[in-house]
């Protein structure tokens, strides 16, 4: 196992791309390598054609989940656990374990796995299960050593996104002698998995730090070096801007912050987490959660009328009742009666489980029409750069500016990610609440 760290603007994506594009891939064999995002994959691909014109046959780039089902959960499963999925369902699932739970498991049943499930199938596939039998130990051997025959190389980007199960899946991976190239920055683990760290600490003598930094200026790093450890802090190139900070206090822009953003023509906004004056309203988990909310209507409404409707009836009736229910919950609606309004109807029968999920949908959906001034989460731009962003600075980042909390978490990685996506002019809007409680003089003592 080969580690690479590589922080901000290193230009890790055209080292990682250099690298595979130099390996001297035996016929029959593949470099497989995956990122966490379909944008991540496109970069890749992109920086790959840049080098060499093309993506050469024995290279695939993916997403990790689309490799870890694909390679192994979809031709391998069902060699050892006897039942084979037939499709991958993206639904939103609820936040309370049992009724995601109840999702997951009626989803198998029809034969579908959820997304999030992929890397403990894959697991199951190359390490173990707690209930591994004999014979399932043996054919795994067996799945690992055909594996290797064609596997040449797994390359991981942005690995510090790795879970739990996908830690597994590499370390048992690693065992059975495949070769793995790891690339990422445990700075900016911001799902807090803290497995990429782990890697590094078990494996030092494979690890090197990449610490140029092609996007930064001096001024830039000069904070964010500050939440690095010696050898992860970073140096500006030759070719940097000098760069600039600039403090803006909440308190003196006034109520139209609005405004004051739109006179910027900021590239990226972006705060840690939404409040009552910045939305940082999100299309894609809209998305995920109509999805959800059409499942779970869907299927009630097949209870009832299955045997009167067409499938593409069933279909069309699920998305039209969808559409009215979110409809009732904009217009300032409770999700429960808008529920037995259907039920009342004859739309569908009442069933507690079930009813409970669509109200759980109906109830994100409520949440998500915020008001405030619309800016960009940190997780949502994280990747990204610009010449000019504002970073709204809110009382949970403060104290890792402060240095009052030196601890390695999500939170100090947000403000990681904050601080070092501007390529020239990065100001700092410096919310009341913040002022309010840690001094204007000391904030921008710690911001210069």
Not at 373 to 382: D, N, Q
Request: charged share 30%; with cysteine; net charge positive.
């Amino acid at each position: 196992m080969r580690i690479e760290v590589a922080g901000a603007g290193a230009g890790k994506t055209s080292s990682m791309a250099s690298r595979i594009l130099s390996e001297q891939v035996p016929e029959g064999k593949v470099v497989f390598c995956v990122a966490f995002t379909n944008a991540a994959v496109h970069n890749i691909e992109s920086r790959i054609i840049g080098q060499n014109g093309s993506v050469p046959e024995n290279v695939k780039v993916s997403t990790i989940h689309s490799f870890l089902y694909s390679e192994l959960v979809q031709p391998y499963y069902h060699l050892l656990f006897g039942s084979r999925y037939e499709k991958i369902s993206t639904i939103n699932l609820p936040y309370k374990p049992q009724l995601r739970n109840a999702i997951i498991s009626n989803l198998e049943k029809e034969g579908a796995l959820h997304q999030t499930m992929i890397p403990k199938r894959a697991k199951w596939v190359v390490d173990k299960k707690s209930d591994d039998k004999a014979t399932t130990k043996r054919m795994r051997k067996r799945v690992l050593s055909f594996f290797g025959y064609y596997c040449h190389k797994i390359v991981v980007d942005e690995a510090q996104d790795i879970d739990d199960d996908m830690l597994d899946v590499f370390l048992a991976l690693d065992q059975a002698g495949i070769k793995l190239e790891l690339f990422g920055d445990p700075k900016q683990d911001l799902r807090g998995h803290k497995c990429f760290r782990k890697l590094i600490s078990t494996f030092p003598d494979e690890v090197s730090y990449k610490r140029d930094c092609h996007r930064c200026p001096e001024a830039h790093l000069h904070l964010s070096n500050r939440l690095a450890c010696e050898a992860e802090r970073q140096v500006a190139d030759a070719k940097a801007r000098e760069g600039s900070i600039n403090v803006y206090f909440e308190s003196d822009v006034g109520p139209d912050v609005a405004k004051f953003i739109e006179n910027g023509r900021y590239g990226l906004a972006y705060i840690s987490k939404k409040n009552a004056r910045f939305n940082t309203h999100s299309e894609d988990v809209c998305h995920a959660n109509d999805e959800a909310l059409n499942h779970d209507l869907e299927s009630q409404i097949r209870v009832k009328h299955g045997n009167t409707l067409t499938e593409l009836e069933l279909r069309r009736e699920a998305f039209f009742v969808a559409n009215q229910m979110k409809s009732l919950i904009i217009a300032g609606q409770h999700a429960k009666p808008v529920i037995y309004k259907y039920v009342n109807s004859g739309v569908f029968d009442f069933d507690n489980k079930r009813c409970s999920r669509i109200a759980e949908a109906l109830s994100r959906l409520s949440n998500s029409q915020g008001g405030g001034v619309a800016v960009r989460s940190i997780e949502a731009i994280k990747g990204l750069e610009d010449t000019k962003c504002l970073f709204i600075l809110t009382t949970d980042l403060t104290p890792y500016l402060l240095g009052d909390n030196k601890q390695d978490n999500r939170t100090k990685h947000l403000l990681y990610v904050a601080l070092t996506r501007s390529l020239d002019e990065l100001s700092v809007l410096v919310t009341k609440e913040v002022e309010d409680k840690y001094g204007r003089e000391r904030i921008k003592k710690a911001l210069t």
